[in-house]
């Protein structure tokens, strides 16, 4: 029988380190090779890069619209089916898309992709991790981001070089053959014995809240301001990095370091992640939640106050490298932390689609703010103040959570309450 909320199980390394390796498969072999799919599809079917770019938002527009039933379908045990059959569905979407041979049938593999995805990235594994160890979810969180940040080190490479050795529609085979033989594997093996309900800590937790209803949870203030934190800060981080090169350039730096920045700050949010899966034990998490957001705007502000140029290039690829990084365990623990763990999934799966109407909107948004007269700056500087207005939401959540915990306990002594 699958087993229903009950003990908290003991932390399953095995069982982490696994998921990890599903996580840069997916990330890698799908989100980070379609930009080097672009050019050779590009050629083939006569599209523009406007048609061809298109596709992808498709993909995250299915995506953020599956995100909520993909989430219910987790907090109702079923995570197993889900995330396997996510990896069946991107394997064969893959493999369509080496068939490709009109505008549709490119839209319609990346719709399907899309769809997958919902059911295979960090949301859906995310809630499994919460829902299966309550106690060490944060730690799971942190190791699955860190292979997951290493993908467009490893497949960026490895995609090129199949595209160039096989072509890029041979190259599809095996990019579906590592989902078809890797990643539907573990999911089925590693996922077995779901929980039909999140597993229950095994002893009271200093963030244990009341049981509530999944409708209630969406009308509550905590869940509202870490929906406003999430999908603020989802528009400031997608709108840079398509902007990144000419913000560069257009303040004068050489072409050596409009490359080294970019890359630079992926290395970064490696390393962020990785300071924080060996030293977060040693400090409070809800004063690291408070602190890590800061990075963003602090990045900001020294990109602004320096024109990137010289040591303000170097800090704001310190401070928003690592605040990235770290961000995503942000982002990813929120929910848990301060709304419910119970039904993580389906609250995650609730801002599914906000957050890719903004990761889709920033960077239109961000060219439409630059001019020749000022460049970027304005754009920076509304990403500035959008995201100092995350960090006030975030902290705003943390303390309605506190007063919903402590209310509880106030009322325990009402003789009317139950």
């Known amino acids: 029988m699958t087993p229903a909320a009950g003990p908290a199980l003991s932390y399953d390394r095995r069982m982490v380190g696994w998921l990890s390796v599903g996580q840069l498969v997916t990330w890698g072999s799908v989100f980070y090779t379609f930009a080097l799919l672009m050019e050779p599809v590009e050629r083939e079917l006569g599209l523009s890069r406007a048609q061809s770019s298109l596709a992808f938002s498709l993909a995250l527009l299915a995506e953020g619209l599956l995100a909520w039933p993909v989430g219910r379908l987790i907090d109702r045990g079923h995570e197993r089916a889900v995330m396997t059959l996510g990896s069946l569905a ?40 919460t829902r299966r160890f309550p106690h060490d979810f944060r730690r799971a969180i942190i190791t699955l981001t860190f292979l997951g940040g290493l993908a467009s080190t490893v497949f960026i490479p490895l995609s090129a070089w199949l595209i160039h050795a096989l072509g890029w529609r041979q190259a599809l085979w095996v990019l579906a053959a590592l989902q078809l033989l890797v990643c539907a594997p573990l999911h089925a093996r590693w996922l077995r014995g779901a929980p039909r309900r999140a597993i229950a800590p095994a002893t009271a937790s200093t963030d244990a809240r009341p ?13 509202l301001l870490i929906g406003v934190f999430v999908v603020v800060m989802m528009a400031v981080t997608a709108a840079l990095p398509a902007h990144m090169i000419s913000l560069l350039r257009e303040n004068g ?11 630079s700050i992926g290395v970064i949010q490696v390393l962020g992640r990785l300071l924080l899966f060996f030293f977060e034990s040693r400090f409070d998490v809800h004063l690291a939640n408070r602190l890590i957001p800061c990075l963003i705007p602090l990045g900001l502000a020294a990109l602004l106050a ?50 890719a109407a903004a990761r889709a ?12 007269e000022v460049g970027y700056r304005t754009g920076l500087a509304w990403l500035l103040g959008t995201s100092v207005l995350a ?24 003789p009317d309450e139950k």
Not at 391 to 414: E, F, G, K
């Open 90 to 129: 991107v394997a064969l979407c893959l493999f369509l898309h080496s068939f490709v041979s009109s505008v549709a049938g490119f839209y319609a593999v990346w719709l399907g992709l899309g769809a997958a995805l919902s059911a295979t990235l960090y949301n859906p594994v995310f809630a499994v991790v």
């Open 211 to 223: 049981s509530h209803s999944l409708a209630h949870h969406l009308r509550s203030a905590p869940f």
């Open 253 to 263: 730096l050489s072409e050596a370091w409009v490359v080294i920045i970019p890359a």
């Open 306 to 355: 320096g024109g990137g140029q010289g040591v303000w290039a170097l800090l704001f690829v310190l401070l928003y490298g690592l605040g990235n990084g770290m961000l995503t365990i942000v982002k990813g623990t929120a929910i848990a932390q301060y709304v419910s763990r119970e039904h993580v999934a389906s609250l995650n799966g609730a801002l599914g689609l906000p957050q």
């Open 361 to 372: 909107v920033a960077p239109l948004a961000l060219g439409l703010l630059w001019s020749r």
């Open 391 to 414: 960090v006030l939401a975030l902290w705003l959540a943390q303390r309605s959570s506190s007063r919903a915990r402590a209310q509880p306990a106030a009322n325990s002594s009402t």
